[in-house]
Structure formats: C-alpha cells, structure tokens
C-alpha cells in the first residue's frame, strides 16, 4: 500500500522547535520530489518547502526561510521538516506529499498537526 | 506572493456542469504549464485530480477537466455528482520556483 504517515506534531512555545517526519512506503521514494504543504485551521492550502530526489535542491515559501528546513534521507524512506523559530501564525496540519514531476504532488499523508501557543 | 485567485463558493445541481477559475499572472499560471488542481473532503488529505493544466491522474474520473486560457486555469466537473462536493484548490509552479495555491473553492452540489 502506497502510504505516507507523519509524526512529530504537537504544542510548542512561540520561538520553540519541532522536527516533523514523514515515513513513505509502498513506493520508490528516490523517484519522487517531496513537499510539505501546511493548513491552517479553517484556511486554504499553503505550500511550504520542496526537496528533489537526491536532496540537492530546496526550496522554500517566503515566510518559512531562514526558520525551516526539509531533508530526507533515502536510505530510510524519510522525509524531516526541522521548524524553528516558530510562530503563532505557523500553527497548522501539516502534510507531506510526493510527486514524480511538473510539481504535482499525488501521494499525501494524512497530516500531523502543530500548535504554537503560550 | 499573494494566492492565486478562486471563487470563494460555487453550486450546481446533480447533473450539471460547473467551472471554477484560478486566475494569476504571467508569473506563474500564465508562464508554465505546471497548474494542478486538488479536491479536498473535510478533515481529510487533497486528491489530485488534475496536473499540467490539463492531464488527469490514473483513476481520476474523466467528468474532470482541465483548460487555461492566458493567465487563468479552470477546472471543469461535469455530470455533478453529491460525492464532488467539497474543497477545490489550484496550484502553479512559479518563476520564483515556489508554488503557489489558490484560496479555494467550495463546491455545493444542491
């Protein structure tokens, strides 16, 4: 079964840290280009971060760079996403996705959810 | 880079055929044939049911279609079905290789 399952989330402090994974299986991972796509409680979609294949290029939304980082390691069909710095407007589902090209993504977990709060 | 722009809501009636417009610029929608279009149930994951503009993903019924003309996409559904019902988003790949969303439509099916 093609899957990706997210852990990680949770409550955290204004200006505190959370590393999200992403675990894929079910598919070649090294194929697919990986995202983090996050949702705000009762908002639209907003795309987040994108890294290819082999890790070599990264990318970023305007709001997040600088504060987050996406890795993943092949080896163990991983996808990370190490936030920083957080904010309170940074609370959200947030979700990995894989696509195989044109920045379509066709494989999503079901979302981890991030709270930053005092 | 503000969202792409979508219908807030649109309707139809079982049977019908609706078109929800995701309207951008030169920049994106308007510069790369890289506009994909996701369907989105409450409390669950997006499903992409459309990608470059115009193709469907294997399993994707064929009541959905994709068009753009210029600077705005479109995302055609129809025979209206209660199952349609629910949250449409856009995206486009960007010259500033980001991706941008639309806001989102919600589909009624009346």
Request: charged content about 15%.
């Amino acid at each position: 079964e093609v899957q990706l399952v997210e852990s990680g989330g949770g409550l955290v402090q204004p200006g505190g840290s959370l590393r999200l994974s992403c675990a894929a299986s079910g598919f070649i991972f090294t194929n697919y280009w990986m995202t983090w796509v996050r949702q705000a409680p009762g908002k639209g979609l907003e795309w987040v971060a994108a890294i290819r294949q082999d890790g070599n290029e990264r990318y970023y939304v305007d709001s997040v760079r600088g504060r987050f980082t996406i890795s993943r390691d092949n080896a163990k069909n991983s996808l990370y996403l190490q936030t920083n710095s957080l904010r309170a407007e940074d609370t959200a589902v947030y979700y990995c996705a894989g696509g195989t090209g044109s920045w379509a993504f066709d494989i999503w977990g079901q979302g981890t959810m991030v709270t930053v709060s005092s | 880079q503000s969202a792409l722009t979508q219908p807030a809501s649109v309707s139809g009636s079982p049977g019908q055929s609706i078109t929800i417009s995701c309207a951008g610029t030169s920049s994106d929608v308007g510069g790369y044939k890289y506009v994909s279009w996701y369907q989105q149930h409450p409390g669950k994951a997006p499903k992409l049911m459309i990608f470059d503009v115009t193709t469907r993903p294997s399993g994707v019924s064929n009541r959905f279609s994709g068009s753009q003309s210029g600077n705005t996409a479109s995302l055609t559904i129809s025979g209206l079905q209660a199952e349609d019902e629910g949250d449409y988003y856009c995206s486009s790949y960007t010259s500033s290789r980001t991706l941008l969303f639309g806001g989102g439509t919600k589909l009624s099916v009346l």
